[in-house]
């Protein structure tokens, strides 16, 4: 029993920090350390960003039977060994629904349709919590995939955005900035930001991570509300 509520307690815990936290990285580190988003266009004006309230609804394993008897499955998905097995564009609705056992579906837009759901990588610094959120075209085609969450260190997902996905590094004033440029506007984007309050004895939230990788094809381009987040701090001067 206790080794069942101790990976959603971990969960919840690295989502939301010290408010919802009741047990340290290191107490739940056996339980999480094999287990690997809210839509960016949502962020800036939800009070929930990085989607607490929408993951406390995941703290309870979902169960099922095997051979007759009944077992929990990783709330956090499938194991990942790879972070680049969850951000890639081959990846279909189906695969979603198999490898995460509860998933809220949101529309980005007219045109596309979002599985969402959450994503905890590990305990390690470099792992990351948060929201993952894949988005289909009227074809089952992938075309959007975003994440927003938190991490103490960036430099696996900056790797993964700039060797495989053609991010490049802007000056900024942020922690890091990477865009993904066509036709000289913002196509993909990595923000990284520094959480309003740095806790040392937390340093799996230590950084707020905004991304968004959009299919290469003709025409295509960020959400509305990040391109235009983007708009206006280029104009305040901030990259």
């Not at 009741?22 to 839509?39: E, I």
């Not at 169960?63 to 499955?73: I, M, P």
């Not at 865009?179 to 004895?201: D, F, N, Q, Y």
């Amino acid at each position: 029993m206790i080794r069942r509520l101790l990976l959603p307690t971990a969960l919840v815990a690295a989502i939301a920090g010290p408010v919802l936290m009741t047990k340290d990285f290191a107490d739940v580190r056996s339980d999480v350390a094999s287990f690997w988003k809210s839509d960016s266009a949502k962020s800036k004006k939800s009070s929930d960003p990085y989607g607490v309230n929408e993951l406390k609804k995941y703290a309870q394993p979902s169960s099922g039977k095997e051979g007759g008897e009944t077992v929990s499955r990783p709330i956090a998905g499938a194991p990942v060994e790879n972070l680049g097995d969850v951000l890639r564009f081959n990846i279909t609705p189906d695969w979603v629904m198999y490898h995460w056992p509860r998933v809220t579906t949101q529309l980005s837009d007219l045109h596309l349709e979002g599985l969402r759901v959450p994503l905890l990588t590990g305990t390690k610094q470099h792992d990351l919590a948060g929201s993952l959120t894949y988005y289909f075209d009227n074809q089952q085609v992938l075309q959007r995939i975003t994440f927003s969450g938190h991490t103490g260190d960036e430099s696996k997902l900056v790797q993964l955005v700039t060797d495989k996905c053609g991010l490049r590094p802007v000056p900024s004033l942020y922690r890091g900035l990477y865009l993904a440029k066509w036709g000289g506007k913002p196509r993909s984007a990595l923000r990284i930001k520094h959480a309003a309050v740095v806790e040392t004895g937390l340093p799996n939230l230590q950084l707020e991570i905004e991304l968004e990788l959009n299919r290469p094809r003709r025409g295509y381009k960020l959400s509305q509300a990040f391109a235009r987040s983007l708009d206006e701090e280029q104009q305040a001067g901030r990259w």
